[in-house]
């Protein structure tokens, strides 16, 4: 495949991705795409026999996009399980800015459309969901005895990607980033408090020792 | 207007809301909401001139549905504040459940659709957001005493809205409801963390009062 065939099949995946985000997918029609890509409809159906294919790589793209500019940097940037966290939020957080209130993540965006007709679609999207899951189960297990022993931390995984998903919906109904902010804030009350439950645990290796009816509380939940 | 046409209205309403919700709207043509609501074109557009008419009665539809069911029950049924928000989470897990994985919110639903050529559904949606963000916040707000004094009660309300929709995206996504019960269960974890926050505010009025190193966690977090 010659670069300018790879260059024509970017070019339509990328327009198509921001008209699905913008439209959605049924109300985004072919012709438009061809013409807002500039290509011709030869190409579009040498590279998508079926629009229902565009969707299909469309999906991957915006799964490659999050890799590229959210998870693989904030791996880079983090040597600290919960901060890497923290740092996907803000960096979900930067797409939702840059891109305006019309962004979505690519689960958001397609879920009125992945009906009984586009089953492929769907099992698709459920697979980046779990990758997502799996990468912020990763971190959560990485936390090792920071977070009580008997967290289930698949689960905390889930609310972590659920909340942030939700709260991308949230922003994008809105047109503000204002529900994003106040969900990833109250995230970080959660993963303080959890952290500050190992107290106990750590008080019990200094037996005897008392707390102090006037010592500060060891976490602000408002400042993490 | 006699209760026939009333009927018509309704059924065109909950016939468009059960189409949009699984195919969703643009790919719902207004003859096959006619037909299989069983009215005719004539009765369709003396209620609804234009299609997005019919939209905004199907969200206000949705929202009255969500009072009714959901959030009118848990209140009923509650008289702690914090048990209300976990049940309005319970009884929209039961709609998740017996409506199948097709149900969702009408948040997520229409999220892809509220294009720039539809402000004003959009400003619906957001209104539906609000207001339940508002009833979550009042709930919060409720529990006095029992959460942390610096706690920031409308952002953790943001929190449970934009986790609820999340996991219901998720749910959807997956066809199962596993997303959205991991996620209820670290929202427990969370209010119970933070109720538990106030143990040491509490042993400030009973001061000299020492914390054994053999004492058991306050707080299970795996069996609220």
Redesign the interface.
Known sequence: MGPRKTTTRARLITTAAEL????????TGVNQIIQEANATSGSFYHFFPAKEDLLLAVVDHIAEVFEAEIFGPAAARSDDPISEIFTILDLYRRQLDDEGP?F?SP???????????HPQV?AR??EV??SW?ARIEHLVQTTDKRL?P???R???A??V???????A??A????SL???D??V???K??FG??ED?EE?AR??T??????S???P?AV???SW
């Open positions: 699905f985000r913008r439209q959605g997918y049924a109300q019309t979505g689960l958001v965006s397609f879920s009125a459309e992945i009906s009984e007709n769907r999207l459920a969901f779990s899951t009580p008997t967290l289930d698949a689960a905390v889930q609310l990607v659920c909340a942030m998903e939700g709260a919906l949230g994008r109904l809105n047109h204002a529900p994003f106040a969900t804030s109250q995230l009350t959660f408090l959890l439950r106990p008080m019990m200094a037996p005897g020792r008392t707390v009816a006037t010592a509380r602000d939940w408002r």
